[in-house]
């Protein structure tokens, strides 16, 4: 149950686009569709932004967006605010019915 | 409103046990599976268990397959963790969390998570 990799940071200026990318393998990402991204503040409760890939739960702004492509995951946040910085983490269901994170991504809005 | 609280963090000594507990709230709790998740200091997330919206169905992380166990309450809305054979990393914030549902379907997201409860495994 190895941690999905993605970027330790990234960063970008408001009104831009970041994308933070999430790696697997053939046993979680690359086996199904339950790929989900959190927004965790610090202090606060961890937000789910993106859930079965690419869908967005009632209340989330249509500048995220997700996707994937064989066994790596992707969230894009266009239009970049002040209001996005935070860490995002992404997970995946695996082939052993276990769940798995990424170790996280600080995005800082410059 | 829709919510989940912990408690039962504490500070305890390496090789003993913890009890955690997750109220839920503002939702029908017996339809939704739980589960618990935590992040050590300065750490990412990391997945813990799961448990089905009935309780018989369970899985672990191999970090604590065998020393943690799930289970819940449906009658009482609650949701807790035993944890024996506490380790020194085990040290982290605890989270419960609930499964996703759609107006469709069920997903294998977490919508609704906790504020933590903090536990310290340290002599």
């Known amino acids: 149950q190895s941690a999905l990799t993605q970027p330790a940071s990234v960063s970008g200026s408001p009104g831009q686009s970041i994308t933070i990318s999430c790696s697997g393998t053939?046993?979680?990402?690359?086996?199904?569709?339950?790929v989900s991204w959190y927004q965790h503040r610090p202090g606060k409760a961890p937000q789910l932004m993106i859930y079965?890939?690419?869908n967005r739960p009632s209340g989330i702004s249509d500048r995220f967006s997700g996707s994937k492509s064989a066994n790596t995951a992707s969230l894009t946040i266009s239009g970049l605010q002040a209001e996005d910085e935070a860490d995002y983490y992404c997970s995946s269901y695996t082939l052993s019915s276990t769940w798995v994170f990424g170790g996280g991504t600080k995005l800082t809005v410059l | 409103q829709v919510q989940l609280v912990e408690s039962g963090g504490g500070v305890v000594q390496p090789g003993r046990s913890l009890r955690l507990s997750c109220a839920a709230s503002g939702f029908t709790f017996s339809s939704y599976a739980m589960h618990w998740v935590r992040q050590a200091p300065g750490k990412g997330l990391e997945w813990l268990a799961f448990?089905?919206?009935?309780?018989?169905?369970?899985h672990y992380a191999d970090s604590v397959k065998g020393r943690f166990t799930v289970s819940r309450d449906n009658s009482q809305n609650t949701l807790s963790l035993q944890m024996n054979s506490l380790r020194a990393d085990d040290t982290a914030v605890y989270y419960c969390?609930?499964?996703?549902?759609?107006?469709?379907?069920?997903?294998?997201?977490?919508?609704?998570w906790g504020l933590g409860t903090t536990v310290i495994v340290s002599s």
């Open positions: 969390a609930k499964e996703y549902c759609s107006p469709t379907r069920c997903s294998y997201g977490f919508d609704v």
């Open positions: 079965d890939v690419l």
């Open positions: 448990i089905s919206h009935d309780g018989p169905n369970k």
């Open positions: 053939r046993s979680d990402i690359g086996a199904n569709i339950f």
